[in-house]
């Protein structure tokens, strides 16, 4: 079955890094685009960074530019998200995204989400 496990999550103070991984299994890992959303409390669930199948194409939100790294691994079936320079409005539940579209159907799965609080 379709698996995505989120890990790296966890306290670090302002101006720390982390690194988010997300084990991908079930699924032809390199035919999906992969995102990282994220959703802190009360607030709806946002994109943070999305990378493309092929790697050449990396989007992020504008609170993560120059901050944030997304990449891919297709001979671990992972992505990643490096975050640097982590601020308290970082703070949040971090959800890994796996998405491909075809004519007829878009498939899209997720991971269970991994902490992320910033604090001093």
């Known amino acids: 079955q379709v698996q995505l496990v989120e890990s790296g999550g966890g306290l670090v103070q302002p101006g720390g890094s982390l690194r988010l991984s997300c084990a991908a299994s079930?699924?032809?890992?390199?035919?999906?685009?992969m995102s990282w959303y994220r959703q802190a409390p009360g607030k709806e669930r946002e994109l943070v960074a999305s990378i493309s199948t092929t790697e050449r194409s990396a989007n992020y939100a504008d609170s993560v530019k120059g901050r944030f790294t997304i990449s891919r691994d297709s001979a671990q079936d992972t992505v990643y998200l490096q975050m640097n320079s982590l601020r308290p409005e970082d703070t949040a539940v971090y959800y890994c995204?796996?998405?491909?579209?075809?004519?007829?159907?878009?498939?899209?799965?997720w991971g269970q989400g991994t902490q992320v609080t910033v604090s001093s």
């Open positions: 995204n796996a998405k491909r579209a075809t004519i007829i159907k878009v498939y899209s799965y």
């Open positions: 079930g699924f032809t890992f390199s035919s999906y685009a």
